[in-house]
């Protein structure tokens, strides 16, 4: 964990990286879901569940990444709640971080319980191949995770914006991409 210098106001380049780099996936990830079942049977249709299941577990180990870059070498800032409010979004975060990973853990249980072609190049084999309806079932509990998810993400965005313009507290600036903060001594 980096020491925190008195002028440091925005965490460090990597950590507003992961964030905006998950926040990117998470968005191309359910825009993809929308539109699966679009694509026409067969090949198409294959690399585009491909995709999102390739998409879930690059979503995965930046969650991973994320979550051990701020326990060891991220910058930790003062928070910017008390009481009340700081407990409301620290449980936010870590809500946010164990919806991320029960949904990508539900996602890939759902193409193991399907069954699930690869690009083509490799078959994961269905769980029980007799139980067409595991499958659905599972996907509708990932479906309702996300879902709950993305209600999350809205909070906390939302929360941000509170911040920023009814608060003016600046709040957006810590998460700010290309900042630059003043060099310590």
Known sequence: MQPVSPQA???DQRTIL?????????????VLAQVI???????PRVAARSTHIILGLLILAVVVG????RATEGRRLPAADRGALHVAAKATHWGMYALICIALLLGLFT???????????FRIPAFDPTNH????????VHGTVVTILLILIGIHAAA???HQYVWKDHLLRRMAPGRKEPSTP
């Open 18 to 30: 992961f964030h905006w780099f998950t926040l990117g996936l998470i968005a191309v990830q359910w």
């Open 160 to 162: 941000a914006l509170i």
């Open 111 to 121: 193409a193991w319980a399907q069954g699930d072609s690869i690009y083509g190049l």
């Open 133 to 140: 309806d595991l499958g659905d079932q599972v996907a509708g």
């Open 9 to 11: 106001r925005s965490y």
């Open 37 to 43: 079942d679009d694509f026409p049977k067969g090949a």
């Open 66 to 69: 994320r979550i051990v870059w």
